[in-house]
């Protein structure tokens, strides 16, 4: 091949511009890295750096006296935080964030199974719109349509009275634990509405790892001899698990650190969201607050953690 055709097919070279792209074709990996940067600086000062500034500010307290921020190193607001009232706190969002994980899980499965296994055509397309749906509103109109659905003058009081099934509502809230005067102001109340809003989080997962087992083994399973049952338990649910621990780290992380769904619906009693909210908002304790924001981060570094040992990542 001739010089000139050489030359002709190479990078252009003239002015700033043209050796700029013959510097990028020579070197991709300088062009790699130019376009990493700016990502990488958000991530790194928006992102990482606010995650720092909150956890150094857990390692400071606030005088007593002043209500001022003492910037000394100390573990003693960390030791705040098992005080029963603040123990309290985190013991009902986690215990919350479980079981609406669960019952995300348990809900999710038979949805997620007929769409992966049966589900076909315009079917699937009507199934993947009914899921996706509900993300598309705004999630303030959702969570008050909700406080109003659960009112005690709201659709569902309404029902239970035409079903004359009036006296197991009442029995439900008068359940120490979880009731109250009405379902919108009651530990169910938010239960549901969290389950409400984060369901799809987990069917989608769900659906994802089921559509990856191959029918044939169902059906080896049947000729073998297994019924239904014994075919869930050994063949669906262990390759499945890692879409459901998938679905759960959204579901779990989702409400460990909600705050408008346990202020608009939830009870009196605090969770991690608002006790963050009303240190540092109305109490003025950021160091307090700060260290209430550590926890979900810890409980979800364990939890991811475990959940990449099971695999879960694979199914995202």
């Known amino acids: 091949m001739s010089a000139v055709a050489t030359t002709s097919i190479l990078p252009g070279r003239g002015g700033l511009m043209g050796r700029l792209s ?61 005080s029963p009232a603040n123990f309290d ?4 969002t986690v215990l919350m964030a479980a079981a609406v994980t669960l019952a995300s899980a348990v809900l999710a ?62 029995a439900i809230l008068a359940i120490p634990v979880i009731g109250g005067n009405s379902l919108s102001i009651s530990y169910i109340g938010t239960f549901l509405v969290f389950i409400y809003v984060w369901l799809p989080f987990m069917i989608l997962p769900v659906q994802a790892a089921l559509e990856r087992v191959p029918g044939n083994l169902i059906e080896a399973s049947g000729d073998l001899g297994a019924h239904p049952g014994q075919t869930f338990r050994h063949v669906l649910l262990p390759l499945a698990l890692p879409g459901i621990i998938a679905g759960s780290i959204f579901t779990f992380s989702l409400t460990l650190g909600d705050y408008i769904i346990p202020q608009i619906v939830g009870s009196s009693r ?18 307090l607050a700060a260290a209430f924001s550590v926890v979900p981060i810890v409980i979800m570094g364990i939890y991811l953690w475990a959940a990449k040992r099971m695999g879960a990542f694979d199914a995202l």
Not at 52 to 79: C, H, M, P, R, W
Not at 89 to 92: A, F, G, L, T, W
């Open 270 to 287: 605090l969770f991690i969201g608002q006790a963050v909210y009303a240190q540092q908002g109305t109490a003025g304790n950021v160091p």
């Open 109 to 170: 499965f038979p949805i997620a199974y007929y769409a992966a296994r049966y589900a076909t055509g315009k079917w699937k397309a009507f199934f993947y719109i009914g899921v996706m749906l509900p993300l598309w509103s705004s999630y303030l109109v959702k969570v008050y349509a909700w406080k109003l659905i659960l009112a005690k003058e709201g659709i569902l009081t309404w029902a239970f009275d035409k079903l004359h099934l009036t006296w197991l509502l009442d």
């Open 89 to 92: 706190i985190i013991v009902r």
């Open 22 to 82: 013959d510097l990028f074709w020579r070197r991709p990996t300088l062009l790699l890295v130019l376009m990493l940067i700016p990502p990488l600086l958000w991530l790194g000062i928006i992102y990482v750096g606010s995650l720092v500034a909150l956890l150094l500010q857990s390692f400071f307290s606030i005088d007593e006296f002043s209500g001022l921020i003492n910037y000394e190193f100390t573990l003693s607001t960390y030791g705040q935080l098992l």
